[in-house]
């Protein structure tokens, strides 16, 4: 059954995203309340302690450990460190790595607090100013690791408004891309042929660029197909967690719930690494606004009089 036009994802409005506000207005704001402050005093001190401990190597307290993986990884042989449950180990595709190869040209400490700070901003994109220094302390594990969950919930989050943003978690994690059922479940198909087809763009760019690579990331993943986390991870088999990632993604398209689909993501993680848990920042992103008043609102204003009605119109925007 079609979904009414009111509740179908419009791409020709902006994200409505904690009460309503645009994406393009979310870092327009200058902080200058405490709160805010607050905010950015937090960030800079967490960017302070990723950078400083993440050399020399040898520390038992290291951080950027996955963001290593990401810097240590060459264009010429992306996969020859990639036994997943190793210390150092690539295995997204080849696309991601040709993407941030502008970033890997830099030294370690430049890359992990040019990648922290990124890291950061997704954060800030996440929570919004007041809830800011929040995210960043719930998110030090993600933050320290520097794995890219925080960034696969900023895709979910615009990939409402803008599809092609999935191409960034289907050619990363994969299986997070379970939540493209929303589009399916609502019948959205211009939404989800956007998504398929920007990511089979991208692969059609970087496997002209790469053909060698993308064979043997395509044998990596058949090879690693089945295998669990360490200790490091939630330990929950990725199979006893994918049904129900899909029935919540599905329960939420059907009840134009947009907060489902970063939890069902979340849930389909390969493996549910603690530091995974940050992706929930995104349900602050997407709860809903509130309700805007409406016919029936307006009836029960006129039967409270005039002098009512008059100072709830001032209220209601046409």
Same mark, same amino acid.
């Given at each position: 059954m079609p979904f009414p036009p009111g509740i179908m994802t419009d791409l020709s409005a902006p994200l409505a995203i904690r009460g309503g506000r645009s994406i393009s207005s979310m870092f327009g704001q200058t902080p200058f309340t405490p709160s805010q402050l607050g905010g950015w005093m937090v960030a800079i001190g967490a960017w302070l302690m990723v950078v400083a401990l993440a050399q020399p190597f040898g520390r038992q307290l290291r951080t950027g450990q996955e963001a290593f993986c990401y810097w240590v990884a060459s264009l010429h $042989?992306?996969?020859?460190?990639?036994?997943?449950?190793? #210390? %150092?180990?690539?295995?997204?595709?080849? $696309?991601?790595l040709q993407a941030i190869s502008p970033l890997t040209q830099l030294p370690w400490l430049g890359f992990i607090g040019a990648w922290t700070a990124l890291l950061l901003l997704a954060i800030r994109f996440l929570t919004g100013p007041r809830l800011f220094a929040v995210g960043v302390l719930l998110a030090t594990l993600e933050l320290a690791g520097g794995n890219i969950s925080l960034l696969l919930a900023v895709a979910m989050v615009?990939?409402?408004?803008? #599809?092609?943003?999935? $191409?960034? %978690?289907?050619?990363?994690?994969?299986? #997070?891309?379970?939540?493209?059922?929303w589009f399916a479940v609502r019948r959205e198909w211009r939404s989800l042929g956007i998504a398929l087809?920007?990511? $089979?763009?991208? %692969?059609a760019v970087s496997a002209a660029l790469m053909p060698g690579a993308w064979l043997e990331w395509l044998e990596l993943l058949v090879r690693l197909a089945g295998r669990e986390g360490t200790s490091a991870a939630v330990p929950i088999p990725f199979l006893v967690r994918l049904p129900f990632a899909v029935v919540l993604v599905v329960w939420g398209a059907r009840t134009d719930r947009r907060w489902t689909v970063p939890v069902a993501g979340m849930l389909a993680l390969p493996a549910l690494w603690y530091g995974g848990l940050t992706m929930l920042l995104a349900v602050v992103a997407l709860r809903e606004p509130s309700k805007p008043a409406g016919p029936a609102d307006l009836d029960r204003a006129r039967s409270l009089g005039s002098g009512p009605l008059r100072r709830w119109s001032m209220d209601v925007q046409p």
């Open positions: $042989a992306p996969y020859a460190l990639s036994d997943w449950t190793q #210390p %150092v180990a690539y295995v997204y595709s080849p $696309a991601f615009v990939g409402f408004r803008w #599809p092609a943003a999935w $191409a960034f %978690v289907l050619l990363t994690k994969v299986t #997070p891309g379970i939540g493209l059922l087809g920007a990511t $089979a763009l991208v %692969v």
